[in-house]
T-cell receptor
Framework: DGGITQSPKYLFRKEGQNVTLSCEQN?????MYWYRQDPGQGLRLIYY???????QKGDIAEGYSVSREKKESFPLTVTSAQKNPTAFYLC????????????FGPGTRLTVT | SQQGEEDPQALSIQEGENATMNCSYK?????LQWYRQNSGRGLVHLIL?????REKHSGRLRVTLDTSKKSSSLLITASRAADTASYFC??????????FGKGTRLSVIA
C-alpha cells in the first residue's frame, strides 16, 4: 500500500518537553510538508522540504524544527519554545515542489499540559 | 499567508440538495485545488482545475474557475450524509507551496 503515515495518532506531553512527530511516505515524493491546524481553522504551513537535505520555513516555523535526511522521512520536533503547541498536526507530500496535488497523512493530535 | 478564502464558513443542507461553496483568492495562480477533510482526519484531494480551464467535473462534483474575478466554486450535487466534512480550496503558483483557505464546514442532514 502506498501512502503517508504519521505516528502516533495521539500524543500527550508536559509543558517544557520537546516532542518529535513522525512522518513517513513510500510514494517516492520529493516534497514534504508540515501543517498545523487549530479547531475550526485552516492549515498553516510550518516547514516544507522540496528535496532531501533541504528544508524551508513556512509561515509559523518559530518553536519548531525539522530534518530531511531521507527522502521518505520528515520528522517534526515541537520544542519547548513553541508557546501554544496543543494542536492537530498534518504531514503531506507531493511529487514535486509547488502546485502539485498533496497527499496527507492521518494527523497527530498533540496535547501539552 | 492564507490566500484562499471560502464562503460560507458553514453550510447545512438536507440530503439530496445541492451544496455550493465558493473560494476567492488574491494573486495569480497556476491551479486551484479542492480538498475534503472528515473530522479528525487528514485532507483528501478532490479535484484540480488549471488556470486556463473554466469548468471541471468529477462524479457529483463540479468546479468552476473565474480568473478575472479570482474566484472558484465547488458544487456537490445530490448530497449525501457521507458528504458531511470540511472543504478547503488551495491555490498553487510556481514552486511555492499550496496556500489553503480556512474551509467551509458542510453538514448534510439525513
Amino acid at each position: 500500500d502506498g501512502g503517508i503515515t504519521q505516528s502516533p495518532k495521539y500524543l500527550f506531553r508536559k509543558e517544557g518537553q520537546n516532542v518529535t512527530l513522525s512522518c513517513e511516505q513510500n510514494l517516492n515524493h520529493d516534497a514534504m510538508y508540515w501543517y498545523r491546524q487549530d479547531p475550526g481553522q485552516g492549515l498553516r504551513l510550518i516547514y516544507y522540504s522540496q528535496i532531501v537535505n533541504d528544508f524551508q520555513k513556512g509561515d509559523i516555523a518559530e518553536g519548531y524544527s525539522v530534518s530531511r535526511e531521507k527522502k521518505e522521512s520528515f520528522p517534526l520536533t515541537v520544542t519547548s519554545a513553541q508557546k501554544n503547541p496543543t494542536a492537530f498536526y498534518l504531514c503531506a507530500s507531493s511529487i514535486g515542489p509547488g502546485a502539485y496535488e498533496q497527499y496527507f497523512g492521518p494527523g497527530t493530535r498533540l496535547t501539552v499540559t | 499567508s492564507q490566500q484562499g478564502e471560502e464562503d460560507p464558513q458553514a453550510l447545512s443542507i438536507q440530503e439530496g440538495e445541492n451544496a455550493t461553496m465558493n473560494c476567492s483568492y488574491k494573486t495569480s495562480i497556476n491551479n486551484l485545488q479542492w480538498y475534503r477533510q472528515n473530522s479528525g482526519r487528514g485532507l483528501v484531494h478532490l479535484i484540480l482545475i488549471r488556470s486556463n480551464e473554466r469548468e471541471k467535473h468529477s462524479g457529483r462534483l463540479r468546479v468552476t474557475l473565474d480568473t478575472s474575478k479570482k474566484s472558484s466554486s465547488l458544487l456537490i450535487t445530490a448530497s449525501r450524509a457521507a458528504d458531511t466534512a470540511s472543504y478547503f480550496c488551495a491555490t498553487g503558483e510556481g514552486n511555492t507551496p499550496l496556500v489553503f483557505g480556512k474551509g467551509t464546514r458542510l453538514s448534510v442532514i439525513a
